[in-house]
């Protein structure tokens, strides 16, 4: 009999596992590490053809993480950490891929992965406690819990303009890029979009291009990196007191043990003090210039100052003043997120490019041989689109999550992502989410996020089988009360006052609510632990045989 395409039922299943996990990036394989380690029969699911989410999809010319690798990596294995070696201080997309494929291998994990495979439906069960997900090939496969992995940045957004299947040339979006080596050499290329994949691949693909069109919509603010060699003598030394730096990584605020926590207003400083305190956070480079001063994100002259010293910095790089008019943001600085570069400003220096401003005249059409604005045509051999994510949501919405009675994750987030602890959605049982909205994810070093997230699931699920428990939900009022807490700390900051994809700003129809926790991450693990300890405070247990922890 074959299934229904628009359902799914427990009775035709063929195969039953303890643990469905939807993703196979940093999340998923962390989290099918730890419960393969309690012993439970686990099934991956990943729509590559190979592990590392975003950084198998993200593969685009100049992709590079920003938060440093001897931070941006797993801490769950001693040996891992000490043997691995990167090369930089802020590694490469390839590197990244080499690093999650290395430790795929080493613990042995692909075999538990069905790649090219997408999920679709996943539909919970409540007489039986039980999930069955259905995906793109097909398959049927139940499971008691489902694990979303999706990630928070890999749903792309292309923006819906006329004519895109009309185009002749190459089309790209930077969060689809294909495997194989793409060649710009003599092309004239455009390119969509400056946010911080935009800002990585405009440099590189300058030097390539005979022409480079970049069409920006807003300016943004980005530090140089100042990426570099990793100095072995760092790396020594860090690798020596590894411990110590990922406990401060756990317990600060945004998961980055390198990450000093202000302690001074911009107001309690000299004018002297404040500029050099700016001009040190340049000359370092990277992404932690808001934390010069405590009151940055919170006070809209204190950002007023901080906005500016950047302002002037990029006034002094970029030698065309109608150009480095353009290319100064008018936005409060941090409330979209920072972006790092390496000689994005300086690009624009370059006689092989061009910047058009698509805010005074848009993008109207693409057509067979370039792209027209408001008021001019540009011929185009390739065209790229750096247009970001449908972020926190869009992954986990792409799938039809539903109850068999009838409740589904679509209805209930119609007004925006309501989650307790980013962890589960009530109404919603037995699904849990790694870095969901809620959760510190995108606010932080997102592995000290995802490793914390799947630390604490595995915990919990190890502690609902041996207290007999099949089925675990988040209660209505504890999500509320989350939820309220969520805002309530969003809103002591100047972040929900940015037009950007935290609040959903980016997606147009997005409901706006600013998604992420911004408490931080230590507060956040101490929160998500004390529940734990307090029997699951907040969360519905319920089973054949419920009993004292
Ligand atoms: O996406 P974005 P991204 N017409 O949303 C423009 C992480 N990341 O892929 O600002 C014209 O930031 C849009 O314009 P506007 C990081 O967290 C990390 O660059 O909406 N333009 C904007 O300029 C980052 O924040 C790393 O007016 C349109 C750009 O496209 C997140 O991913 C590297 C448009 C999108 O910027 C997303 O970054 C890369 C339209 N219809 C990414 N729609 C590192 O670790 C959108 N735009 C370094």
Request: glycine share 8%; net charge neutral.
């Amino acid at each position: 009999m074959s299934p229904n395409p628009d359902t799914v039922s427990a009775a035709t299943l063929p195969t039953q596992y303890d643990v469905i996990v939807v993703g196979a990036g940093f999340a998923g394989l962390y989290m099918l590490y730890r419960l393969l380690n309690l012993g439970m029969n686990v099934k991956v699911f990943e729509a590559g053809t190979g592990v590392g989410g975003t950084w198998f999809w993200n593969r685009y010319p100049g992709a590079r993480c920003d938060v440093e690798s001897l931070e941006y990596s797993y801490s769950f294995s001693g040996e891992l950490q000490q043997e691995w070696k990167w090369t930089e201080k802020y590694a490469t997309q390839p590197e990244i891929l080499r690093y999650i494929n290395h430790v795929a291998e080493r613990f042995d994990l692909k075999q538990r992965v069905q790649f090219e495979t997408r999920i679709v439906v996943a539909e919970f069960d409540k007489n039986a406690n039980l999930w069955t997900v259905k995906t793109d090939k097909g398959d049927l496969v139940s499971a008691r819990y489902c694990i979303m992995a999706t990630g928070c940045l890999s749903t792309a957004s292309m923006p819906k303009v006329p004519g895109l299947d009309r185009f002749e040339g190459k089309t790209y979006h930077t969060g689809l890029w294909p495997s194989e080596a793409v060649d710009f050499s003599g092309l004239r290329v455009g390119v969509v979009g400056t946010g911080s994949s935009g800002i990585q691949l405009i440099p590189e693909v300058a030097q390539q291009a005979a022409h480079l069109h970049v069409f920006q919509r807003t300016a943004n603010y980005s530090l140089p990196a100042r990426n570099a060699p990793l100095d072995p003598d760092y790396e020594r030394r860090t690798k020596m007191r590894y411990a110590q730096l990922r406990k401060a990584a756990r317990e600060s605020p945004s998961g980055v043990a390198g990450f000093t926590v202000p302690d001074k207003s911009v107001f309690e400083v000299s004018p002297q003090e404040r500029a050099q305190t700016f001009e040190q956070r340049w000359e370092a480079g990277g992404i932690g210039f808001t934390r010069a001063f405590n009151d940055v994100l919170l006070n809209k002259e204190a950002n007023a100052i901080a906005a500016d010293f950047v302002r002037r910095k990029i006034r002094a790089i970029v030698r065309s003043p109608e150009v480095a008019d353009l290319l100064t943001p008018a936005y409060m600085i941090g409330t979209k997120r920072l972006c790092a570069d390496t000689r994005y400003f300086d690009t624009y220096n370059r006689d092989n490019v061009t910047l058009v401003d698509i805010k005074r005249a848009p993008i109207v059409e693409i057509t067979e041989t370039g792209l027209r604005t408001a008021d001019a045509h540009y011929e185009l051999d390739a065209l790229v689109f750096a247009t970001g994510f449908d972020a926190m949501t869009g992954a986990l919405l792409r799938i039809d999550i539903r109850t068999k009675d009838g409740v589904s994750l679509r209805n209930l987030w119609d007004h925006g992502p309501r989650t307790y602890l980013g962890l589960m959605t009530a109404g919603i049982p037995n699904l849990f989410m790694i870095t969901g909205p809620g959760s510190p994810s995108v606010l932080s070093n997102v592995i000290t996020s995802i490793e914390q997230h799947v630390d604490w699931i595995a915990g919990c699920l190890a502690d609902l089988v041996r207290r007999g428990v099949t089925r675990i939900e988040a209660e209505q009022k504890a999500q509320d009360d989350w939820v309220a807490h969520v805002n309530e700390v969003a809103d002591r900051t100047l972040l929900p006052q940015g037009a950007s994809w935290y609040i959903g700003a980016n997606i147009p129809g997005k409901p706006r609510v600013f998604m992420p926790y911004i408490g931080g991450v230590g507060v956040y693990r101490k929160k998500c632990d004390e529940v734990a300890q307090s029997g699951y405070g907040g969360f519905a247990l319920s089973g054949a045989a419920v009993v004292a922890a």
